[in-house]
Nanobody, 134 residues
Framework: QVQLVESGGGSVQPGGSLRLSCAAS?????????MAWFRQAPGKSREGVAA????????YYADSVKGRFTISRDTSKKNLYLQMNSLTPADSAVYYC??????????????????????????WGQGTQVTVSS
């Protein structure tokens, strides 16, 4: 069973930056082939923020974060990051790291045919809170 542990959340003023990290353990290459960041604000459904798959240069970003957030993985593929700049109160949420390798997800991300959904991922971290307020 893949274990994902997020860190780096916290409180920041509007316009500020945060960098989230996700460390994967007990994984196989297949189970972490695609990794993503989701977020969930109170009273709202969980939404995909950014996603990336090994072997593909295509990266998914939600329209709301394009140009402000950057997803990356280290060369070991064990760690996932989300650099968040120009944060606004609308970015406040619990941020989750997710991983999976199902073919539907790989195709969706690699070919940009659709956004990643919560049901695409079978492995989740516990979440880290991001609060943006003045």
């Amino acid at each position: 069973q893949v274990q994902l542990v997020e860190s780096g959340g916290g409180s920041v003023q509007p316009g500020g930056s945060l960098r989230l990290s996700c460390a994967a353990s007990h994984y196989s290459d297949d189970s972490t082939y695609c990794m993503a960041w989701f977020r969930q604000a109170p009273g709202k459904s969980r939404e995909g923020v950014a996603a990336t798959c090994s072997g593909s240069s295509t990266i998914y970003y939600a329209d709301s974060v394009k140009g402000r957030f950057t997803i990356s993985r280290d060369t070991s593929k064990k760690n996932l990051y989300l650099q968040m700049n120009s944060l606004t109160p609308a970015d406040s949420a619990v941020y989750y790291c997710a991983a999976d390798g199902n073919l539907s997800l790989v195709f969706a991300i690699s070919s940009s045919t659709r956004a990643p959904s919560e049901s695409d991922f079978g492995n989740w971290g516990q979440g880290t809170q991001v609060t943006v307020s003045s």
